[in-house]
């Protein structure tokens, strides 16, 4: 163009909408690949979440509800942890039940740290923990006067009535298993021997099976066994899992006054290495044993395996790496409540299979 000829007037309006225009569309397409990548990413996280949302690893812990009720068999008020499966408000169905019973100085918490909430959500089956504290699940032979310690009664009569009254559960020895850690591996597997019409699986962790034998050799010698461990009787503390009982609540408190046996017979009477030859083959309940292989208490449990296979008793037994703590415990109860589950659905199925005889005519 001559520098000499007019310039045209600009219209600047025509630019700033072309301006506009051009920001809308570079707005539009920013925005459809930021939703592309939101999707990608958000498509990428969905599938590794999947990728690790099988069994209870993709589910939230089932709700833990903490229920007092009053102890005929104590003469007060005491308290369990109920877990319900994930269907059962919708279900009706009748459901059945494993019993869980913690170990010396721990409480009815114990196996809320141990997996058993987040286990369930692969199990149809209603969990109770029960509380007994020191007391090693028996039916003590001398209380201290203002104590009622029958503690076996107390799990056997009114934890499993509670339960059964309250609970849609399968109300019948094969809708029931009991197992436990450590002295609550003592006590799940000297109550399920004891009363074989109650459970049709009885288990143990780490159990210190051995504790009623080896209590009735010391009394037969002269000696008196009782306490485990003196400190506990005047700990003004809980050792284990904070809890919040009146009167319930420290060493001290939770401690039994009095004597567990006061002569050999007691302890023969709940003692897993007698009880369990005493009892017709079939009316004996399923038995499942683990225990750590550095686990202090692992010598128990061998001997009482040794006992079973000396008489050929079925039992199931497991030992893997592991000491007397919960890492070990809590990789080793799902295995647990794998089996007991489904011993308990065999049963309540009843279903036998026909041999198949390949050479028959």
């Known amino acids: 163009m001559s520098p000499d000829m007019p310039k045209k007037p600009v219209d600047r309006r025509n630019h700033f909408k072309a301006g506009i225009l051009s920001l809308r569309h570079a707005a539009g397409t920013f925005s459809v ?39 005929k068999s104590l003469q007060r008020d005491m308290h369990i ?13 009748r459901y059945p039940v494993l019993y869980l019973c913690h170990g010396f100085t721990s409480n009815y918490h114990e196996f809320e740290y141990v997996g058993v ?63 436990g850690i450590s002295m609550g591996g003592f006590g799940a597997i000297s109550l399920g021997l004891a009363h074989p019409e109650l459970f049709c699986s009885i288990g143990s962790h780490s159990g210190a099976l051995k504790w009623a034998a080896n209590y009735g050799d010391s009394l037969a010698q002269g000696k008196q066994s009782w306490p485990f461990w003196p400190r506990v009787l005047e700990d003004t503390l809980m050792r284990y899992r904070n809890i919040d009982i009146k009167g319930y609540s420290t060493m ?15 302890a023969d009477r709940v003692d897993p290495f007698k009880l369990v030859l005493q009892i017709p083959r079939e009316r004996l309940p399923h038995i499942y044993l683990d225990c750590g292989d550095k686990d202090f208490l692992i010598s ?31 990789r080793e109860i799902s295995v647990s409540m794998a089996v007991q589950y489904a011993v308990m659905l065999r049963n309540i199925w009843a279903r036998t299979f026909e041999v198949y005889d390949a050479w028959r005519k």
Not at 51 to 70: A, E, M, N, W
Not at 308 to 329: C, K, Q, T
């Open 252 to 266: 001290k408190e939770r401690t039994p006054k009095g004597l567990p046996f006061v002569k050999p017979e007691d």
């Open 33 to 71: 690949l930021l939703l592309s990548s939101v999707i990608g990413c958000s498509f990428l996280g969905r599938y590794q979440e999947r990728q690790y949302s099988v069994g209870h690893i993709g589910f939230k812990p089932l709700p833990v509800t903490d229920v007092r009720f009053y102890s």
């Open 300 to 330: 128990d449990t061998q001997a009482f395996m040794r006992l079973l296979m000396a008489n050929d008793i079925p039992f199931v037994y497991g030992r893997s790496g592991g000491v007397h703590e919960e890492d070990y415990w809590g």
């Open 117 to 179: 909430p987040q286990y369930l959500n692969m199990f149809d089956m209603i969990t109770v923990m029960v509380d007994v504290g020191n007391s090693f699940y028996v039916n003590w032979a001398l209380s201290e006067p203002g104590q009622s310690n029958h503690f076996a009664d107390h799990v056997c009569q009114d934890v499993i009535g509670y339960v059964d009254a309250h609970y849609r559960t399968i109300a019948d020895r094969k809708g029931r298993a009991i197992n």
């Open 81 to 93: 942890n109920v877990i319900l499966p994930r269907r059962y408000e919708k279900s009706g169905a």
